[in-house]
């Protein structure tokens, strides 16, 4: 019976559900329909997450080429990348509560205007003495950011079947993952490193332009388009969740769960570490790289671009192989241990200088550390059901971002003064513990257990 079978569901994972959903008799059924509206959502969301997250990588892998025409150090250059992660820290639970409160249409329109005013004011940057112009306008599209990153989770929830849930997510994900990829080629070939600072800035103004006129048609298709969650739940863990809704919603009562909830703060730990170093690596590779290969500008660009794509394959991969086998610890484990061997390949093929050998372990690493990024979401949502995945993905996110800035910070100093085989050796060890981490979490799946619990009817 459905009663039975909600009640056993409570006392596995401390669910109440409301008083209504107790009353339900055996014939009750739960509505489910799927929308043909998903994909031009899922597809919005795409463009819009690729244009916040390119500009992100935006001035740091031309690293040398910035610090150079605006008379920087490369730690100020170094903190138009950081500025997002340490934004992200800072604002993930307001723009969290937020996000709960105005609903998935108007926090991604939200979004969407902060990533184009801040485009817009990179254009009026391109001058020598203007790096805090462009810094400023930096700090918006870092804003955006915070409602971009936790919405992959929460929008295929909200429109995807549960057959479709994991392989969306993965597509939600591949669209920032394409935006930063586009960067790492773009920057590089459209910025070069002129004699004259001039010709840089002119260089430069050609880049902004771009990004400001793609931002401004995707806030205009956002407007008229993107739509809010459908009438009707597409899934039944979604269903499920709504009638719950009362006790899921708000703020101050499902923070109290996640951090009460040890196998998702092991996550956040190992989710953090290895995205931390992702963004790191990202943020760090132009001078890494450069300092094995002269005049390797457009190289660290291309192998950031390799990185990034090689990735976007494996989300979507690794999303069909979570759907058709529910074998979430099983892949998660197996992951992060490839990406601790890829890691270590890449580091020895930059040490030994030979170039083909760090573009295929870059392909390598790629491949398995950006296939993770769907992994820590899917495992996220599967510890913490039924609460809102905007803000378990909200707290995963901060521990990538506080590990990201850490590492950074500490990276930077010991490749000025101790060179990189210390900052490689620290990634690998990093990575290490990550791997024991996830190798402890137990393998829990709070969602689709109250999948298989339900009773439902699929509306065509």
Known sequence: MLKEDLSALTDRHNVQIVSSVRKLDVDSKIDTKVYRRRWLILGLYMFYGSLVSSQWIQYSIIANVVARYYGVSLIAVDWTSMIYMLFYVVFIFPISYLSERIGLRNIIILGSFLCCLGAWIKTFSATPERFITTFAGQ????????????????????????SELATATSLGVVGPQLGISLMFYLAPQIVKNHESLHDIGIDLSRLFWGVALASSLNLILIVLFFKDEPKIPPNEARALQKINLSEVQGFIGPMKKLFTNKSFLILCNSYGINVGIFNALSTLLNQLFVKHFVNGDEDAGTIGLLLIFTGIFSLLTFGIILDKTRKFKETTVTV?????????????AIFMEVKWMVYTSAMFLGFFMSGYFLLGFEMAAE???????SHSVGILNIANNVYGIVLVMVL???????????????FCVALLIGL?????????????????????????
Do not use: N
């Open 383 to 389: 510890y913490t059901y039924p609460i809102s995945e």
């Open 412 to 426: 930077e100093v010991v490749l000025e003064h101790y060179g990189d085989i210390p900052v490689h050796i620290i």
């Open 336 to 348: 992060y241990f490839l990406t601790l061997c890829g890691q270590i390949l890449f580091a020895t």
């Open 139 to 162: 700090s918006l599209c870092a804003l955006s950011l915070v409602i971009t990153l936790p919405m992959p989770g929460k929008l295929s929830a909200h429109w995807f079947d549960s």
């Open 436 to 460: 024991i981490m996830t190798i402890m979490t137990k393998d829990e799946q709070r969602r689709q257990d109250a999948r298989k619990t339900a009773v439902y009817h699929v509306i065509t």
